[in-house]
């Protein structure tokens, strides 16, 4: 059943004046209905994303608060930084964590503490000694290390790691000084 009579209204979404012929129509169309209804959804997925994380971060730091050993991922949650930080810091040994295995890393929920107390967090990095590269006619590839001293490539790696011997990159080999080598190799000989 129809009615007879019209009522002026405002459109909630376009703003533009009507003719409504019920005490309820809001719309001045089905597209403005429409289009309303969706940026209201969509204005709902972003609140509730916003709020999501206050909720997850506030749970997550509940049970922290009573706990003094803490793995990785639970400092990274208690500090709100990653895990690869949390990994950094000890690498750097800003934080320190103890091995129960090798895959149980456990920190002190003190020695995070520590860390903020001593302020050694922003410290700045030194710089790096820039050397010269050498010849290539003064330098081994590792190949011709491997040849002479008759050692496996990873005991070559590991020695230069250990030893902090520079090494040079030309093409695709890789360059070590021959005095290097040679004075670690013929002294251990």
């Keep these: ?5 019209t009522i002026q209204r405002k459109c909630v979404h376009c703003k533009q004046i009507f003719n409504a012929k019920t005490t309820v129509t809001r719309f001045c ?17 972003i609140e509730a994303e916003n709020r999501q994380p206050i909720i997850l971060s506030a749970q997550a730091m509940q049970p922290l608060k009573n706990v003094e050993f803490l793995d990785t991922q639970k400092a990274a949650v208690l500090l709100g930084v990653s895990r690869s930080f949390i990994y950094h810091l000890i690498n ?5 964590a103890y091995n129960l295995s090798i895959r149980r ?5 003190g020695d995070i503490e520590q860390l903020f107390q001593s302020r050694t967090l922003m410290a700045p990095l030194p710089k790096k000694k820039v050397s010269k590269m050498p010849a290539i006619n003064d330098c081994y590839n590792m190949g011709e290390i491997h040849e002479r001293f008759k050692i496996s490539d990873a ?8 030893n902090n011997i520079d090494k040079f990159q030309v093409g695709r080999f890789t360059y070590v000084a021959k005095k290097h080598i040679e004075s670690i190799l013929l002294n251990q000989i």
Excluded: D, P, W
């Excluded at 750097?92 to 320190?96: D, F, N, R």
């Excluded at 890393?105 to 929920?109: D, G, H, R, V």
């Excluded at 005991?155 to 250990?162: H, P, S, T, V």
């Design 1 to 5: 059943m129809s009615s007879n009579f």
């Design 29 to 45: 169309g089905k597209l403005c209905n429409k289009r309303f209804n969706a940026a209201k959804q969509r204005n709902e997925k």
């Design 92 to 96: 750097t040994g800003k934080l320190v």
């Design 105 to 109: 890393t456990i920190i002190l929920k």
């Design 155 to 162: 005991a070559i790696y590991n020695l230069i790691k250990r």
